[in-house]
């Protein structure tokens, strides 16, 4: 138990180390002036040049400055943002919760609806119901995320006016952020209307959450419903089924838990994608979260700001991977066999 | 009258070439009380007719006899759930996979637990049931030569050594107090030792508590010293089957008679360092199966008769199918 954390722990401080040196070089590779990049500031003269590079420890080595930069890192001093002057970190600390509320929200969604989905298609294989919900999860995923989301926008808030176009929540309401998840605010927030403002969220939030987690349901249906046909077929269950035990209780002792055990993993990968598509969907619906805060830093060439949020987001995916996986480890009994842990 | 009575199964294989008949009316009977041995190569056919007795075959194969039956009630025309009461108070079987045909996710002591048909388990309430059932599980494993059971019962099946996992799928079938035992290879990879052990529960299992006994194995040290009647099999036909010592004895198929040739431990008479004697070539792959006698290409005695399928003929109760037995001059 402790050597499968110390295990994971490692992989993830390593990983991490590599993406900060990555973003750390990212300053090199950006177009232009690394001064420039960094600062925002075209200096005037030699003067104002060698003062800011002193400031910025441009004048000493790239291993010093690197561990300048993760010190500044750790300390939560994470630069400006050139085009509102407001520290990044908490600028990061507004998105980043929007964007991990959407994803949450789909998730969710996925899960509720395409792991009972995967395990009644699994459990009639080849069966006309099976072949109506395998067509639907395979045409669900081809769709590309933009294109379903702005037909979702054409539909019910252009056509049919039921879902409002974009943003969080209407602007008539004034939520206080505590935890930056919009729902939870609303619901420790002292407004008087409460209900009103968590219905309002709720709405903004609906046409998102379907767009991302349509396709994220597709693939888990496709994946459980694989998992359970692959489970079904193995020796066991015919050793089980010749002892002579129910099918209850061979679904629910023998068939549930080997079907899930091999998801776990593969929803991992999913996280990326699902992330991903976040992050697309929010440029769409202007969702304020982390992927339209990025576009919009790209727009600005606000490299600091793209820096460091590319750091988060990389942060964000890499730690949810890597604890996912860990806990699939913690939980199956027969992968003690293999030695090393794989991402 | 015998318990379990199999006539003419016949299991057809539907593939891109046609259909392949993998058992080809087969015959097998089990009376109340015998340790029947089922003997033959691998490849020819025991483990699908252990499959087809408990009703474990994929459903595209075609199975079809003309009788089947178990203690007078045809086994084909059981409704799923009959069938199903029929594999949990009265078969029992025992995989010859232990490690493939354990839950790689339930320790073996939640598995062996829930083998035990409930009318076994005493007490009212649940945490007295579940006591109980504990205490059927330990002794269970006690029986079947497991000591630790403490460790044992926690332990996952890729915990376990080979002969420990074959132990536990005997000490599952056990547990339900059948009649009528399959053992599919049971003794497979074990030491010696263990396999004596073994071998001797089932024998005291059959004196003690009659439980009947079907053996398949390919060791055939272990079958003569404890089974009564055997039935030899050759890719998917039955070749020979009868009396244990009269087969040892007097063998009448061509191929029951190589297949006890081949055990040095049979022949008192090989010279030291001889090579054992063997029929030529190997057993057909089910692709390309003989016409007829399916041991025609490789029988020392074949002619041309052979390229049809002989009938089962019986001396008492001693049945061959073979156009030109051995020995019958004599008799």
Known sequence: MIRILARYSILFVLTLLVLAVMSFSLAYLFPGDVLANLTGIVPANDEQRAALEKQFRLDRSYLVQFFYYMGDLFSGEWGYSFTSGIPLREEIGIAMPATIELATYSMLMALVIGIPLGYYAGMRCYSSSDYIINTTSITTYSFPVFWFALLLILVFSLQLDKAPLSGRISLLFDVEPVSGFILIDILLSDLENKRLAFKDAMSHLTLPTIAIGAISTASIVRITRRSVIDAKNQPYIAAAMSRGLSGGQIFFRHILRNALLPILPLMAIQITTLITNTMIVETLFSWPGIGNWLIQAIYQRDYPALRVGMLAVSSLVIMLTITVDMFNRLIDPSREKYEHAAI | ?331
């Open chain 2, 1 to 331: 009258m015998p318990m379990l009575d199999i006539k003419n199964l016949t299991l057809e294989m539907h593939s891109s070439e046609g259909t392949i008949k993998a058992l080809d009316k087969v015959n097998l009977s089990v009376s109340s009380g015998e340790i029947r041995a089922l003997v033959g190569e691998s490849g020819s056919g025991k483990s699908l007719i252990v499959a087809a007795i408990c009703g474990a075959l994929p459903t595209e194969w075609t199975l079809t006899a003309d009788r089947m039956s178990w203690n007078g009630d045809n086994l084909l025309g059981m409704s799923a759930q009959q069938r199903r009461e029929v594999m949990r108070r009265e078969i029992a079987v025992v995989f010859q996979n232990p490690q493939a045909s354990l839950d790689p996710s339930a320790t073996l002591g939640e598995q062996l637990e829930e083998s035990i048909p409930s009318e076994f388990v005493q007490g009212n309430w649940f945490w007295q049931r579940a006591q109980h059932r504990k205490k059927i599980a330990i002794s269970t494993v006690h029986k079947v030569g497991i000591k630790h059971h403490k460790h044992y019962l926690s332990a996952y099946p890729h915990q376990i050594p080979a002969d420990i996992g074959q132990k536990f799928m005997i000490a599952m079938a056990l547990v339900s107090q059948p009649t009528l035992l399959i053992a599919d290879d049971p003794t497979r990879g074990m030491e010696p030792t263990t396999k004596t052990q073994i071998l001797k529960l089932f024998t005291r299992l059959n004196q003690t508590r009659s439980l009947s006994i079907l053996f398949v194995s390919h060791d055939l040290l272990a079958i003569a010293s404890m089974s009564h009647t055997m039935t030899v099999l050759y890719a998917g036909q039955t070749v020979e089957s009868g009396r244990m010592k009269h087969i040892k004895k007097r063998p009448l198929h061509p191929y029951t008679k190589a297949l006890l040739d081949s055990a040095p431990s049979f022949r008192k008479d090989l010279p030291p360092k001889s090579h054992l004697p063997t029929i030529a070539g190997s057993i057909p792959t089910l692709q390309h199966l003989p016409i007829g006698c399916r041991l025609g290409p490789r029988c020392p005695r074949a002619q041309r008769a052979c390229v049809q399928t002989p009938v089962v003929r019986k001396i008492h109760d001693h049945s061959y199918s073979c156009h030109f037995p051995l020995h019958m001059e004599k008799l």
